[in-house]
């Protein structure tokens, strides 16, 4: 096996790691790769949904997407289809977003194959949300750490431009603008453009001023972000409560296709930083 870091501070490419065989200690090895570098490239990999759904499950039980429970769509209900058409003008994930962050407990992460690709272009652009808040000044960081966000599904649905049947709920949740990533305990900036609707506390000008600034801090900073390139037999998985991501939408008329596997989050995202002790 071989590990080519993508960037000094995020991502890896892994060549010579069979997804379909994860026996003998290689599950564990799996996590451990995860955790170190986040977001993983795997080259020539053959999954099928049942071995797709099995790598999932080495990180945990897979998780339904709301959009699932919300309009009831038909189908294996643990694999999220990402799909783009060539009239297709916003594709899924095509603004800065961590998958899902509206549930009360996130997804640990995602493992997305790509059963029909452009013939160029169509890549995912990943941006490393703890080097994200460590490049931030000091007394940003600490006015950060003391503040709270709410993030809500209606604002992803919105920006689709589809709303909810009526009666039918998504998850709205507030959680802490700096969060201690579960398993390295290092501070993640934990806002997205995808769901974060607004800070708590705040008035509406200062809350929309801020989550600008972070949101552009995190767009505007090649720096922060890594890039998975995409060929047939290709299988990327994300670390979802550390990286956000972006799909690339450059490659209309092309149609893309992928399904998307997520992983329910070990419990909700704890603030980092706030007992001044530990800061
Ligand atoms: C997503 O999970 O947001 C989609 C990523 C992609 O299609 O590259």
């Not at 003008?89 to 690709?117: A, F, Q, Y």
């Not at 503040?147 to 949740?173: E, F, I, K, N, V």
């Not at 989550?211 to 994300?238: I, K, S």
């Amino acid at each position: 096996m071989n590990i080519e870091p993508l960037t000094p501070h995020l991502g890896a490419q892994i060549d010579g790691f069979d997804l379909s065989d994860l026996s003998g200690g290689r599950a564990d090895q799996l996590e451990e790769m995860f955790y170190t570098h986040r977001v993983l490239v795997f080259r020539n990999q053959e999954l099928d949904r049942d071995a797709h759904k099995a790598v999932g499950r080495v990180f945990g039980e897979l998780h339904v997407h709301p959009s699932k429970k919300a309009f009831g769509i038909k189908g294996d209900p643990e694999i999220f289809k990402v799909r783009a058409e060539a009239d297709t003008v916003k594709v899924n994930g095509g603004r800065w977003h961590m998958d899902v962050s509206c549930d009360e407990n996130p997804p640990t992460g995602s493992i997305l194959r790509l059963l029909e690709l452009p013939p160029y272009g169509g890549d995912t652009v990943f941006c490393d949300m703890s080097r994200a808040f460590e490049t931030l000044s000091g007394p940003m960081q600490r006015m950060l750490t003391e503040l709270d966000a709410r993030h809500d599904g209606q604002r992803d649905l919105r920006w689709y431009g589809l709303t909810p049947d009526p009666g039918q709920t998504y998850p709205s949740w507030v959680h802490p603008v700096v969060t201690a990533h579960p398993v390295s305990g290092r501070p993640v900036l934990f806002v997205n453009e995808g769901f974060t609707e607004d800070i708590v506390d705040m008035s509406y000008d200062e809350s929309r001023a801020i989550l600008a600034m972070l949101f552009d801090h995190v767009a505007r900073n090649p720096g922060l972000q890594c890039r998975a390139t995409w060929e047939p037999g290709t299988v990327v998985m994300w670390d979802n409560r550390a990286v956000q991501h972006f799909a690339v939408h450059d490659y209309a008329p092309h149609p893309r296709l992928g399904e998307r596997v997520s992983v329910v989050g070990k419990g909700s995202p704890i603030a980092w930083g706030r007992d001044r002790s530990t800061a």
